[in-house]
């Protein structure tokens, strides 16, 4: 059980051989895969503020190379800190050495010992520990209960699955019964039945235990199943931490509208204009009055008419029968899901994708689209994002 508070954390990663790189003639930092370069080397992480209450489960959500393991291995301490300060149930640690910060980390790979027993491989950090044989038997045995593994301790590692890998790793990280529990992305190697059980089990382990958990993937299923609230980053910044709900009903920018949702959320370009105090987007031949509730943020911000970037979620397309205040659209690919149709259409110059379930509510059978097909789609007021050219929401 710990609290944590990270201020301003910075991560740079030194030029090597002691090259410096020097600034643009704008006066601009130089950008090496999205990241900023400065005199004193590659910003891996920049100004990572987030305080994390006792028991909350955070996740580090965001691309590959956004910076997400690097600010877990700071946390570890695996990574030494450039900038910035991390307290620990307010103690500075930016100094204290990783065994000392009672924290447990869970990798990727399982990090497992291939000549030990399960049981030895959960037991082992408590015996460098000198803890009394009893206690590291009882700890390693409630451990296994709690991951149902019991029937595997006499096991060595190559005889199980990697669902009961993971389990393992798990179990030797709970039983040190550490404040804070850190996982890097610990169900990528796992195939996708496995990585719903194993969410599930996480979610379970994590009503079981006392524990702070930090928890890094690239996997946004994980991070809105698992978390209290995800912090999204890109380039080695924070772009919005919030609830899930949060984050999906009102992304800060396009970046987390479209990293947000899965099939990604539909963007065009349309314009935003005012008329007799009320706010419409228009985009091809539909025009839209936003609903009350985006009427009045747009109107605290007093936000003018303007170019902008709207974005409607592929649920949220509605086909009409007719056509007349709707968006044109052709079928160019169709993906049977099941319940539902994944149709991918040309709208507007643009790829959209639509969701279509496959029976209505009376479980008559919705016609069928093949490609060229015409539709015409439209979306009501509350749906809409309202997006600045320069990617802003503009409702915040």
């Not at 307290?87 to 065994?99: A, F, M, Q, S, T």
């Not at 052709?330 to 049977?336: A, P």
């Amino acid at each position: 059980m710990a609290t944590l508070n990270l201020k301003g954390i910075t991560k740079i990663y030194p030029h090597s051989g002691g090259q410096k790189k020097t600034k643009k003639k704008t006066g601009t930092p130089e950008k090496k895969n999205n990241l900023q370069v400065t005199d004193q080397g590659v910003v891996a992480v920049q100004s990572f503020d987030l305080d994390i209450a006792d028991k909350e489960f955070i996740v580090l959500v965001g691309p590959s190379g956004c910076g997400k393991s690097t600010t877990l291995r700071m946390v570890a301490g695996l990574e030494e800190i450039s900038g910035g300060e991390l307290y620990i149930d307010g103690k500075l640690v930016n100094d204290v050495e990783p065994k000392n910060r009672d924290i447990a980390m869970v990798f990727q790979s399982y990090a497992l010992y291939p000549h030990m027993t399960v049981y030895e491989n959960m037991a082992f950090p408590l015996k460098l520990r000198k803890m009394e044989r009893d206690e590291i038997d009882r700890r390693v045995k409630d451990a296994a209960a709690t991951l149902d593994i019991t029937q595997y301790l006499d096991r060595k590692p190559k005889a199980l699955s990697g669902g009961q890998r993971q389990r393992v790793a798990i179990g030797r990280a709970i039983v040190r019964e550490p404040k804070v529990l850190l996982m890097d992305e610990p169900l990528s190697n796992l195939d996708a039945k496995l990585r719903n059980q194993m969410r599930a089990e996480i979610i379970k382990l994590r009503q079981k235990i006392n524990t702070t958990f930090i928890y890094v993937t690239h996997d946004q299923t994980e991070a809105m199943t698992l978390g209290d609230r995800i912090v999204i980053m890109k380039d080695g910044y924070i772009q919005q931490i919030g609830t899930p709900q949060e984050v999906f009903d009102h992304p800060s920018n396009i970046f987390v509208a479209g990293f947000i949702g899965m099939p990604q959320m539909n963007f065009f370009d349309a314009s935003l204009t005012l008329e007799s105090g009320k706010y419409f987007v228009s985009v091809g031949g539909c025009k839209v009055e936003l609903s009350p509730e985006k009427q009045r943020n747009l109107a605290a911000h007093k936000v003018a008419a303007q170019a902008i970037t709207l974005g409607v979620r592929p649920s949220h397309m509605v086909l009409a029968k007719q056509p007349g205040n709707t968006l044109s659209a052709t079928v160019e690919v169709s993906e049977m899901m099941g319940a539902e149709v994944h149709f991918h259409v040309n709208a507007n110059g643009k790829d959209v994708v639509i969701i279509v379930p496959t029976m209505n509510a009376n479980g008559e059978h919705i016609e069928s689209f093949r490609r060229g097909d015409k539709l015409n789609l439209t979306f009501s007021g509350n749906v809409c994002h309202v997006f600045s050219r320069d990617g802003k929401n503009l409702e915040f």
